[in-house]
């Protein structure tokens, strides 16, 4: 592809960076005019692995930057075509159709879960208001019922002292002292 120092390498026609061995990604941005979510894109699919060199900085070769390139021109072509065969090692052709068809599947899929938990637990909260309700007039009624009590006890503990007030005489008879001295 690249054989004197006149030949253009995706516009750029400067020798230096032909012949070096080590393109940054800056450079290969520049080379073929996309930024770096596509050199990744591209990277997936000529199935280039990323080096680093020994500043632990990312880099490509002459062969890669070729690869990038030739995968950037086919990239191009393809969305011409009614649909593009991907090939993953050792497996079957895919086609782009059968993988949006999978997808759309999927999101139906989702789509068709989501809505059934969502009924459901919206069938199980109604019935959990119908509950709170109850909880909230049974509380109430539990507190009514707490007051009813302590009224009971006090007018209880009113009667005893009545009762205790009174004194056993002859013949049967019964006298009234202080209530204020008898308390049980």
């Known amino acids: 592809m690249l054989k004197s120092k006149g030949d253009c390498f995706m516009g750029i026609s400067t020798v230096e960076k032909i012949e070096s061995k080590e393109f940054s990604p800056k450079e290969i941005r520049e080379m073929l005019g ?28 002459q062969d890669d930057a070729k690869i990038l390139s030739s995968v950037r021109f086919q990239d191009k072509n393809v969305s011409q075509l009614p649909a593009k065969t991907t090939t993953f090692k050792g497996s079957n052709s895919i086609t782009n159709a059968s993988i949006v068809q999978l997808v759309d599947t999927l999101r139906g899929i989702e789509k068709n879960i989501t809505e059934r938990l969502t009924s459901l637990l919206d069938e199980k909260l109604d019935g959990m208001d119908d509950v709170v309700m109850e909880l909230i007039r049974v509380k109430t009624e539990n507190e009514t019922m707490r007051f009813k009590i302590n009224e009971l006890n006090k007018e209880n503990y009113k009667l005893k002292k009545e009762i205790n007030s009174f ?14 001295n008898n308390l049980f």
Do not use: H
Request: net charge positive; proline share 2%.
């Open 167 to 180: 004194k056993k005489v002859p013949f049967g008879f019964y006298a009234k002292t202080s209530s204020d």
């Open 34 to 61: 996309i930024d770096n979510s596509q050199i990744q894109e591209l990277c997936k699919i000529a199935d280039i692995k990323l080096k680093k060199n020994e500043r632990g900085l990312t880099y490509f070769t």
